[in-house]
């Protein structure tokens, strides 16, 4: 396939940025003029690739994601992680309560990710004081043993797997730009896109909020959450919004807790990664908050008036004084609490609502459009694109090119394509295992009444109260009897 004569790359996070760098790097895409537009100075302080951290792990139910962390693992230990941008402090993967009920699918998530770490990556079970690599908490008092400094209860079983670790989100995209600078064959502008004009078959421009018009033979969409602007996605992904909070700690907290592995308890969610610069975080991996908002349909001429509803992010950019949810205040506070119970009335130096662009089965969208033919779509995250940063522009590119390298590249094609159905709700809610409750809507959430207390049980799932997960239960679940009780583990 012949490299397009210009290629313009909106947006420049993990995928706009991943794809620039490989492309700069092609034979074949070697006379190819690319454009790297952002809305924002570089790094966009709300763009999902944007923060403290992220977690950074091959502890995945769906081993195509195992497999592409092989890939991207080797850079985080050398280079791509040097200078503090990425933590080897292991991820520990707790479950809560009764193993019965709702709460099924924490547990088989982890037995699922257990055997793919053991069996695809060959990994060492056994205590890390005795050469393992990936230990097995058969009970709370394990949970307590490996997080001791915390203090509190951390989870009633799972496994901590001392090979993952958690990046320095930002100094991580920070380096990758001075990569991409570094090839000297990107062009970054900031500027905000403010609509694709479609033909019928094609995008014929690209408009900027100026007003100044650009062409170019191949538009690659990368505009995180945000895309469902500028082509309908209706169905297909969602802007979904995360609540993260934080909280300052003094020096000896931090020396204290510094040391700990990222705990995520895959019952509801919730997740803390160890503290840098005297920051902790505390956020949930969710269902999280639809926005819903009115917009010209982006694929119509202006003139036709014709409308569409979808949820895009609302951020600080929008509303600087935006806060979170009542309910997600809480979900955060009484998960510090449990957790670490010294730092339970701390607050919050800071909070933010991240936007994830959910699909439904929370696979990536990396695929051209169906009807637009100089359209290449590079979304989906889904909330577990951040690790891939390293390396994720070679697959992207590699479909682009209709180019598989190899087996795990035929995988991903078949996981990232344009789907062939729309969900019947414009708005997609994953149906990948989260915490939290599905269906919340971030006005609704703002205008219901007062924190509840401290410590009260979060509601889980459908408005039902979460059931907790008891101890004991089956490792050794084999992989049918898991998909038969969850269509997929939890990616983040
Ligand atoms: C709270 C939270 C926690 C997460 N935790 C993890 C984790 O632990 N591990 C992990 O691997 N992943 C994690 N993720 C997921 C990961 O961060 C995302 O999948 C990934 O960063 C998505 O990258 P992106 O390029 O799609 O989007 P973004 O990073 O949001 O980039 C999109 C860019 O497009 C720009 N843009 C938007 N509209 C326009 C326009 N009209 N014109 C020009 N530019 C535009 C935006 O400014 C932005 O910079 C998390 C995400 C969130 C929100």
């Known amino acids: 396939m012949a490299a397009p004569s210009s290629i313009l790359i909106i947006g420049s996070g993990v995928f706009g940025l991943g794809t ?24 966009a302080p709300d763009a999902a690739s944007v923060d403290s951290s992220r977690i950074v792990r091959p502890d995945y139910a769906d081993a195509a994601y195992t497999a592409l962390m092989a890939e991207a ?19 520990c993967l707790t479950q809560e309560g009764a193993d019965s009920g709702e709460n099924r699918g924490a547990h088989y998530y982890l ?28 009970s709370s008092d394990d949970v307590c043993r490996v997080l001791e400094s915390m203090g509190g209860d951390c989870g009633s079983r799972g496994y901590i797997n001392w090979t993952s670790g958690w990046a320095d989100a930002e100094a991580g995209m920070k380096y990758m730009r001075t990569l991409v600078e570094a090839t000297g064959r990107v062009d970054f502008r900031t500027a905000e896109v403010s609509r694709l004009n479609y033909g019928s078959n094609a995008v014929e421009s690209i408009e900027l909020i100026s007003g100044e018009r650009l062409i170019a ?20 992904a969602s802007a979904t919004g995360q609540v993260l909070s934080y909280i300052d700690i003094t020096q000896e907290e931090e020396d204290r807790l510094a040391g700990n592995p990222t705990l995520l308890c895959e019952t509801n969610g919730m997740f803390i990664i160890p503290p840098r610069n005297r920051v902790l975080k505390v956020a949930r991996h969710g269902y999280g908050y639809a926005n819903f908002v009115r917009i010209p349909h982006p694929e119509r001429r202006a003139e036709s008036g014709e409308e569409i509803m979808v949820s895009l ?60 033919s100089n359209l290449f779509l590079a979304t989906g995250g889904s909330g577990h694109a951040y690790k891939f940063l390293p390396v994720v522009g070679e697959r992207i590119v590699d479909v682009m090119s209709r180019q598989n390298r190899d087996e795990l590249g035929k995988k991903l094609e078949m996981k990232w394509k344009w789907p062939e159905t729309r969900t019947e709700n414009d708005h997609v809610w994953t149906e990948d295992w989260r915490g939290g409750i599905k269906g919340m809507v971030l006005d609704e959430e703002f205008k219901k009444g007062e924190a509840r207390v401290v410590g009260e049980p979060t509601r889980g799932r459908g408005g039902q109260t979460e059931v907790g997960m008891a101890a004991g239960g089956d490792w050794e679940i084999s992989a049918a009897q898991y998909e038969t009780q969850t269509k997929k583990g939890p990616k983040l």
């Open 20 to 43: 620039a760098y490989t492309l700069a790097q092609r034979e074949a895409y070697r006379d190819t003029k690319i454009t790297l537009l952002e809305r924002l100075p570089f790094p």
């Open 73 to 91: 693992h080797p850079h985080w230990r050398g280079d791509f992680g040097a200078e503090g941008r990425y933590t080897e402090a292991g991820l």
């Open 111 to 138: 037995v699922k990710a257990l055997e793919n770490v053991k069996t695809k990556l060959g990994l060492e079970i056994g205590r890390r004081d005795e050469g393992g690599q990936v230990e097995l908490m058969e």
């Open 217 to 236: 033979d191949l538009v690659v969409l990368a505009a995180g959450a945000w895309t469902p602007k500028l082509v309908d996605l209706r169905g297909i």
């Open 313 to 372: 992010p609302r951020t600080k950019q929008d509303d600087p004084h935006l806060s979170i949810p009542a309910e997600g205040d809480e979900a955060c506070r009484a998960y510090l609490a449990k957790c670490i119970p010294d730092l339970a009335n701390r607050p919050w130096s800071q909070t933010r609502i991240c936007w994830y662009t959910d699909t439904p089965s929370g696979d990536w969208l990396i695929s051209y459009h169906p009807k637009y």
